[in-house]
């Protein structure tokens, strides 16, 4: 099975900051990756998939990137509804396989 | 607009099965490129895919659980249905469904609210 590697495990930041998470898959995925986020309590969020396309209604300040092993997650720009949990997946023949999460929280 | 919720006791006792029902909305299981799938989150833990079945009724595991579930669908009722066998504590969960990204497979685009399941004797 491929694992997936997603780090920090927390992240501290303010309103306003610029921050990435990354996740990293133990053999070449392509960019068969997607991010999403979560709140306590609720469901997860899609934002983006295949590792760089924004999901529709996702604001901008949330952009993805990477290829292979490397994959990360960067939101410009730190609201505060942005305070969450965020988790990388991957699909790879008909599995699917998440992260272990990073919670980002207000510094 | 599309829309899932799922279903289920929650409650079970050890060695039970779990029988949980996801009806959803604003499409078809008929169309091609169309499936659905169920993840599950431990209390303060990770996500985890459990299954997915496809609009031509194929369906897929998660290797380490393949061989205590079962996915199924009934289009005239807009449901799918997760049977899991011999549960077990660690099973305790909120169980979604989710719909796969149309002919993407690749991720989760829409999800249910989640239920809750607690396994205790």
């Known amino acids: ?107 | 607009q599309v829309t899932l919720r799922e279903s289920g006791p929650a409650l079970v006792k050890p060695t039970q099965t779990l029988t949980l029902t996801c009806v959803f909305s604003g499409f078809s299981l008929n169309s091609a490129g169309m499936c659905v799938s169920w993840v599950r989150q431990p209390p303060g833990r990770a996500l985890e895919w459990l299954a997915r079945i496809d609009w031509d009724d194929a369906k897929h595991y998660d290797t380490s659980l393949k061989t205590r579930l079962t996915i199924s669908k009934d289009t005239s009722k807009n449901q799918v249905v997760l049977t899991m066998t011999n549960v077990d504590p660690v099973d305790t969960a909120t169980y979604y469904c989710a719909r796969i990204r149309y002919y993407g497979f690749d991720s989760f685009d829409i999800w249910g609210q989640g239920t809750t399941v607690t396994v205790s004797s």
């Open chain 1, 1 to 107: 099975d491929i694992q997936l590697t997603q780090s920090p495990s927390t992240l501290s930041a303010s309103v306003g900051d610029k921050v990435t998470i990354t996740c990293r898959a133990s053999q070449s995925i392509s960019t068969w990756l997607a991010w999403y986020q979560q709140k306590p309590g609720k469901a997860p969020k899609l934002l983006i998939y295949k590792a760089s396309i924004l999901e529709d209604g996702v604001p901008s300040s949330f952009s993805g990137s990477g290829s292979g092993t490397e994959f990360t997650l960067t939101i410009n720009s730190l609201q505060p509804d942005d305070f969450a949990t965020y988790y990388c997946q991957l699909y790879k023949s008909y599995s699917y396989t998440f992260g272990q999460g990073t919670r980002l929280e207000i510094k």
